[in-house]
């Protein structure tokens, strides 16, 4: 008989962690589709007010452009100054929209991945900052880089974005040096993009990863405080991870690394050996 009730007691208690397990994972359900809900509702406002300040925005940068071009130096000092200050400020949310553009599209995409050669999506990238690089005396090193599978036009943005931090946040009188690497790990490759500039101090290793954060003000360095976040959600999109190497080093800059997953499906080359 005891035994019976022994038996009758852990089968109701199972049948009690059951439903809780079964109520806890309604939830997490729940909350995920609530989620993905909130993050898709959030993208496509990102992406349709991007589009609709477009136009208003492009006839106030012509127009403020029209007035410094044809009336520059006809009026005082302090008109000039004050189209400068629209004309700067019509050109600064340009840029802003145009990089919430390019965040709002990640994961937007439909297609399937295809199989992306990062030393020549790395060329292409480093070929965009090439008259920055040459005005700053600079040099981009690449190493042996993988093939992966992935989105070509999105790891170049991404590539473009650590190549053109690299080069912008050098040291004063130092030529900027940015390096890229790359070594197996598993199933994953880890890329790293090294840079002998300013550096970025620990504390702020997840800052610099979140939208329109800036570590400096816009009148030192240019910028719209997206490009990180950028990358991090392309790397993300792209089934990886990316974070700041706090490690000691033997010289100052950055080291930003992050993962992609290797791609050990073989080429039609491959195949037909």
């Known amino acids: 008989i005891e035994l019976g009730a022994d038996v009758d007691s852990m089968r109701l208690a199972i049948l009690r962690d059951l439903g809780v397990a ?3 994972n309604r939830l997490l359900d729940e909350q995920a589709r609530e989620l993905e809900r909130s993050n898709n509702d ?12 477009q136009e208003p925005l492009r006839k106030v940068a012509s127009f403020c452009q029209l007035l410094q071009r044809r009336y520059g130096g006809q009026l005082d000092e302090r008109a000039d100054q004050y189209i400068g200050f629209a004309v700067d400020g019509a050109q600064r949310m340009q840029r802003l929209i145009n990089d919430l553009l390019a965040f709002s599209r990640v994961g ?41 599978q992935g989105d070509s036009a999105l790891l170049r943005q991404m ?16 030529a900027p040096v940015v390096r890229v690497d790359a070594r197996r790990d598993g199933e994953f490759w880890e890329i790293s993009v090294s840079d002998n500039g300013i550096g970025v101090e620990p504390e702020y290793a997840e800052k610099i990863f979140v939208i329109f954060q800036r570590l400096h003000g816009r009148e030192v360095y ?4 997206i490009g990180l976040a950028l990358v991090k959600k392309i790397v993300e999109f792209h089934g990886g991870r990316v974070w700041l190497d706090t490690g000691p080093r033997d010289e100052p800059g950055t080291v930003i690394r992050f993962t992609l997953p290797v791609d050990d499906e073989p080429t039609p080359e491959e195949e037909s050996t």
């Open 159 to 174: 590539l473009l974005n650590l190549f053109g931090n690299g080069l912008k946040f050098h040291r004063p009188g130092t």
């Open 222 to 225: 240019a910028g719209t405080g």
């Open 22 to 24: 079964q109520e806890s």
């Open 42 to 53: 959030l993208e496509q406002f990102a992406y349709v007010a991007s589009h609709d300040l």
């Open 108 to 148: 937007r995409t439909t297609s399937d991945f295809a199989p992306v050669d990062l030393r020549e999506i790395a060329l292409a990238a480093a070929a965009q900052v090439e008259m920055t690089r040459a005005e700053l005396d600079g040099e981009i090193v690449l190493g042996e880089l993988p093939r992966v």
